[in-house]
Each structure stands twice: as structure tokens, then as C-alpha cells.
């Protein structure tokens, strides 16, 4: 049995949500299949402060969620998208936090959504904006994407702008005596896996399980003080944004 599965930026009532990726998963939680002693979602489960923005699908996502706080703990972590979450999130039946600290095999561990990090959003609103709709676009007319992904993944703004998230993560969380820090926001995942530098510039780990707008969706295990970046196998259609 997981410690914890941690889950991020499902931006539910945004068009490219892909919530039918998010509900198989969550099911699997749900039936025991992926049994775990408790569910972070790592902030941004909204896409928008505006509730009327959450079509049917998206509503069903929270009441499976609110079946499923029955019988495992769920920890809402505030993300920069969730606005007035707190009401919801009580609505539910899961616990909202700023950050979440849990302990696995002797670990310490944090668990917070990076926004805090995240300065090029304060100082460069409307470019924020224009690179998500460029990115929707992209998502659009390449509904496999692979585009979409592989320009997130060229542009230097946005590669500096996850950077500095992990950079300013880590030190935070090095200053107060974490072993490891979870990181959502970015959309980008991060594990040592995909940096074997990253263990040895700072004592603390860094992780990010990226996010739910596109496929493959990620997420990040956490077992015995073992953080562990995986990918949701889906062989469906991807929701494409419209
Ligand atoms: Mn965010």
C-alpha cells in the first residue's frame, strides 16, 4: 500500500481537462486496485474561479471524490486556480491546506502546489496568458499533444519558470528540514529520474507529477520514503481543448 498518491492541476472546468483519464484513475483508488492511506491533490483542481465553468463531467469528478473521502483521506492543497475553494472542499469532505508535510519511512516530506515560487506569473500577466492560449491552440489542432508538449518543452521562458519553482522549492524546503518537496504548478514533471543532477546540487528532492490537462497524465507515489514519478497509462481518446 502507497503512503500517499499526489495528483495536480486537474483544472477541472477548463475544456482540456482530461477527466475521463482523471476518473478511471481515481476509481482505481476508489476499488482498491491502487489502494493508498491517502490522496493529496497538489493544488489547482480548478481551472477558474468561476464554478459555472464545471460542466456535468466535472461535477462527477467531485462527488466520486466525496464517496471516496469516506475511505481514504483527502488533503486539497491550495493552487493559485482554486480561488474560493475552501467552501467546496469542505463541501466535499477533504481538508484544505496551504501545504501538507507527511512523514514515509522515516522521511520527511512536503507537499505544496509552487506557485509561492513562481514570480514570473506576478510580473508578466498578460504574456502568462498569451502562452496559455497559444499552448490551447497547439492542443487543438494536434489533439495527440505531442506538439503542444514538445513546445512547452522548447520554450526557455517556461523551462526557466519550472526552474526557478525547483530551485526555490528545494531551498525552502532544505531551510526547514525536509528530505523531499512535491511540486505541482509547472505542468512539467521533474524526478531524478530525468535529472541525475538534481540529488547531488541539493539535499533535497525535488518532484513534480505535472498534470492533467494532457496526455500521458502524471502523478507521484510515495511508499517507505520512496517518491516515485509515473505516467497514467490511457488508451482513449484525449479530451482536446475547444
Ligand atoms: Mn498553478
Not at 515560487?117 to 498569451?130: C, E
Not at 507529477?209 to 496526455?215: A, D, I, K, R, V
Amino acid at each position: 500500500m502507497h503512503d500517499a498518491i499526489i495528483l495536480s492541476d486537474l483544472h477541472l472546468g477548463g475544456d482540456n481537462a482530461q477527466v475521463l483519464a482523471l476518473r478511471t484513475f481515481l476509481e482505481s483508488i476508489h476499488n482498491g486496485e491502487r489502494p493508498t492511506r491517502q490522496l493529496i491533490l497538489n493544488g489547482d483542481v480548478f481551472d477558474s474561479h468561476d464554478f459555472r465553468r464545471l460542466k456535468k463531467h466535472h461535477w462527477r469528478i467531485l462527488s466520486l471524490l466525496r464517496r471516496m473521502s469516506d475511505d481514504v483521506p483527502i488533503v486539497w492543497i491550495n493552487g493559485n486556480h482554486d480561488g474560493p475553494a475552501e467552501v467546496i472542499s469542505s463541501l466535499i469532505g477533504v481538508q484544505f491546506a496551504e501545504e501538507y508535510e507527511l512523514v514515509s519511512g522515516q522521511r520527511r516530506i512536503l507537499v505544496l502546489h509552487g506557485h509561492q515560487f513562481d514570480s514570473f506569473l506576478d510580473d508578466h500577466p498578460l504574456l502568462t496568458r498569451a502562452a496559455e492560449v497559444v499552448y490551447r491552440m497547439l492542443q487543438r489542432v494536434d489533439p495527440t499533444f505531442q506538439m503542444a508538449r514538445r513546445a512547452k518543452r522548447a520554450s526557455k521562458t517556461f523551462l526557466r519558470c519550472a526552474e526557478l519553482v525547483r530551485e526555490r522549492a528545494t531551498a525552502y524546503a532544505a531551510r526547514r528540514g525536509f528530505d523531499a518537496v512535491c511540486c505541482g504548478h509547472t505542468h512539467l514533471e521533474a524526478g531524478p529520474c530525468d535529472d541525475p543532477l538534481s540529488t547531488e546540487q541539493t539535499p533535497v528532492e525535488y518532484f513534480n507529477g505535472g498534470c492533467w490537462t494532457e496526455l500521458p497524465c502524471g502523478y507521484l507515489t510515495i511508499r517507505d520514503g520512496h517518491i516515485a514519478l509515473h505516467h497514467f497509462v490511457f488508451d482513449a481518446e484525449p479530451v482536446a481543448a475547444v
